[in-house]
């Protein structure tokens, strides 16, 4: 692996942990907090990958090199990555619909502005009339 991708992953996860709150459709509501407890496989997954890409973030940058970051990083958000890459599962809640959504607005996941707004409309409609 070339310093490039180290640089790129390190900074993209630095940037993730840096992020502040997000206003309006993206922020966590106080009444899904209170359903944070019931099970979603898709939310919870995404909630590992974030944990995990935070154990990753904060590994001092000069202890990553060329011959450990793929290591590490199957160590820490690896696995979670490619589970929501390759093998996503289903929501079981609207929690676990609101996470993905959330998600795809956190990692920026838009080409098109008029999609980000229809997904960014979408969530709110979920957090305001699903009771997350």
Request: aromatic share 6%.
């Amino acid at each position: 692996m070339n310093s490039h991708a180290t640089i790129s992953r390190r900074a993209a996860l630095g940037a993730l942990a840096s992020l502040p709150a997000m206003a309006g459709a993206t922020a966590l509501p106080v009444a899904l907090a209170a359903t944070a407890t019931i099970s979603d496989p898709l939310a919870d997954l995404i909630a590992e990958y974030y944990a995990k890409a935070d154990e990753f973030a904060a590994i001092p940058g000069e202890l990553i090199t060329r011959e450990n970051e793929d290591s590490l990083v199957d160590a820490t958000y690896g696995p979670a990555r490619d589970r929501l890459w390759k093998d996503t599962p289903l929501p079981t809640t609207l929690r676990g619909v609101a996470e993905a959504l959330r998600y795809a607005i956190r990692e920026d996941g838009f080409i098109d502005s008029v999609a980000e707004n229809v997904i960014k409309a979408s969530l709110a409609f979920l957090d305001r009339e699903a009771g997350l």
